[in-house]
């Protein structure tokens, strides 16, 4: 049975042409780049193209870009780089809807004494700007805001919201971990002093990460050591998968505008199929503002896992706002915040697409749901009330 994968907003096939340039880095050329002689000198060359090739997707310059190991190090990065370059400053500001890498990690802080403020959202999941501006204060070291949700899949305004923070003098980061190689992004033009991105999101390994550092910003570096990254990320470069980032972001920046049309294509026939052909189906997330590849379902009267088990059945991969660890349910933090119903919030499920999606795959799905769909209701005692069918047992 052939895999049909819309889980990208979890990870990414690597791309052919990605494995091909970073086999001879994993199998031939094995010397360290910061070595003195030839064999790690041209390392050391492999490495500063690729940084060139992320640069220019993001439209940076290459000494803005500093390799990490995943999203995950890029925003802790970002957050613990702006308290120790302010020490006097001990508040931050985030949303409710962030990734765990900023969620959590605030909350790491808030726990040794700094003051956090977490933004709200509203039922679509927009943020509330003069909320934010409310929050800001002679203590805010930093404004920490995603780009674009990974379950949702809302942009938010982060040109808007950088304009105004630039007039405050507020350092501003951005996780874009699910936004590049998705839509184009223009570091030249966006008010931001850092922005994450991560590998594994556009087509590269699992492993690698980039922090953006705009020019000038005050940096203090999380992992330290050696001076690897101009002193700024310490550790032997992970060179195989640098150099696989850089032609995955070569990819994507031939491709962006073109890609991303067709994603949205698929993706809004796969929403609007599913809408039409399955009774109590709401999207959740702001349709006016969203990734194109994303699409956010709930199923009202079934459990998201059980449709992800039935999905699986046909080969197809989807996630489920309810992830199921140690035994217990625990609904999305992000579908909370947006006050969505727990019967939805359960009952919710994500497909995201990949320029390696088919028509034919997305025609399958809208095939297969309805059934899946109704089968399921038929067995949950609410679902079969609104099926009109009798609860009661003979
Ligand atoms: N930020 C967002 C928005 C994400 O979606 C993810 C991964 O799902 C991360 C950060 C973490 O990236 P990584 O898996 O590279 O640590």
Redesign the pocket.
């Known amino acids: 049975m052939k895999t049909i994968y819309l889980d990208n907003?979890?990870?990414t096939q690597v791309a052919p042409e990605v494995l091909e340039e970073m086999l001879p880095y994993l199998r031939d050329y094995y010397g360290n780049p910061s070595s003195m002689h030839t064999f790690g000198g041209q390392l050391h060359r492999k490495v500063e193209e690729a940084r060139a090739k992320v640069a220019h997707l993001i439209g940076a310059e290459p000494e803005e870009i500093i390799f990490t190991?995943?999203?995950?190090?890029?925003?802790n990065t970002a957050i613990m780089s702006a308290v120790e370059s302010f020490p006097q400053k001990r508040h931050i500001i985030t949303t409710r809807v962030?990734?765990?890498?900023?969620l959590n990690f605030c909350k790491h802080l808030a726990r040794r004494g700094y003051r956090i403020t977490f933004l709200t959202v509203n039922s679509k999941g927009q943020l509330n700007i003069d909320e934010l501006l409310k929050a800001i204060d002679d203590n805010t070291a930093l404004v920490t805001i995603?780009y674009?949700?990974?379950e949702v899949g809302n942009i938010f305004p982060i040109s808007e919201i950088g304009n105004m923070l630039k007039e405050r003098r507020i350092l501003f980061h951005t996780?874009a971990?699910?936004v590049v190689g998705k839509i184009p992004i223009d570091t030249k033009k966006l008010p931001v002093e850092m922005l994450?991105l991560?590998?594994?999101?556009v087509h590269a390994p699992?492993?690698v990460?980039v922090l953006y550092v705009r020019k000038g910003t005050r940096f203090y570096p999380y992992v330290i050591g050696g001076h690897q990254e101009r002193g700024r990320r310490a550790g032997t470069e992970n060179v195989a998968s640098i150099i696989g980032l850089g032609k995955a972001c070569e990819i994507a920046a031939k491709n962006i505008t073109q890609e991303s049309l067709s994603l949205a294509h698929l993706r809004d026939k796969l929403e609007k199929a599913l809408m039409h052909k399955c009774p109590d189906v709401r999207i959740n997330g702001d349709v006016t503002s969203r990734l194109p590849n994303t699409t956010n379902l709930s199923f009202e009267y079934v459990e998201g896992e059980a449709i992800l088990l039935r999905l699986n059945e046909y080969g197809v991969c989807a996630s489920s706002g309810s992830a199921c660890t140690s035994g217990s349910l625990e609904p999305s933090h992000v579908l909370r915040a947006m006050g969505v119903p727990f019967t939805a919030i359960h009952g919710s499920i994500r497909f995201s697409l990949s320029r390696y999606n088919s028509e034919a795959e997305v025609d399958r799905v809208i095939e297969i749901m309805p059934d899946i769909i109704k089968s399921l209701r038929q067995l949950s005692p609410f679902g079969r009330e609104k099926l009109g069918e009798s609860v009661t047992s003979p």
């Open positions: 907003n979890a990870t190991s995943s999203g995950t190090e890029s925003d962030e990734h765990p890498a900023v995603m674009a949700n990974n996780d971990v699910q994450s991560s590998g594994h999101k699992k492993g990460g």
